[in-house]
């Protein structure tokens, strides 16, 4: 079993950008599924953002795709939530997320994956201010 570390989470003003990293060990990075989780007050954790490592599609969910990206740094083998124009319902705990078993195939696939993570870590905190 792996680890991941989240960091990156901070208190900005609503407009700002953040960008939020997990960095793996224990892995072989580039076979992997990677996601980014968020848990909003008074909401059920979700998957939001995924990217297969091995190809390098990535997948937003709509409601956040026109702000957010994922993106990957194979090399320090890190995964990214790089999000602009935050808004005050983006505040939450945010959670990385890694499976070993299904990379290889699309973001699309490891969205659907890696739903039943469930190996949580702190993650890193969020909060913006209107």
């Known amino acids: 079993q792996g680890h991941l570390a989240e960091s990156g989470g901070g208190s900005v003003q609503a407009g700002e950008s953040l960008r939020l990293s997990c960095t793996t060990s224990?892995?072989?990075?580039?076979?992997?599924?990677m996601g980014w989780f968020r848990q909003t007050p008074g909401k059920e954790r979700e998957l939001i953002a995924t990217i297969d490592t091995a190809g390098g599609s990535d997948y937003v969910i709509e409601s956040v795709q026109d702000r957010f990206t994922i993106s990957q740094d194979r090399a320090k083998e890190t995964t990214s939530l790089i999000m602009n124009n935050l808004n005050s319902e983006d505040t939450g705990i945010y959670y990385c997320?890694?499976?070993?078993?299904?990379?290889?195939?699309?973001?699309?696939?490891?969205?659907?994956?890696?739903?039943?993570?469930?190996?949580w870590g702190p993650g890193t905190p969020v909060v913006v201010s209107s």
């Open positions: 224990g892995y072989y990075y580039r076979h992997l599924c």
């Open positions: 997320a890694a499976d070993a078993e299904s990379w290889g195939k699309s973001a699309r696939y490891c969205y659907t994956t890696l739903k039943d993570f469930n190996s």
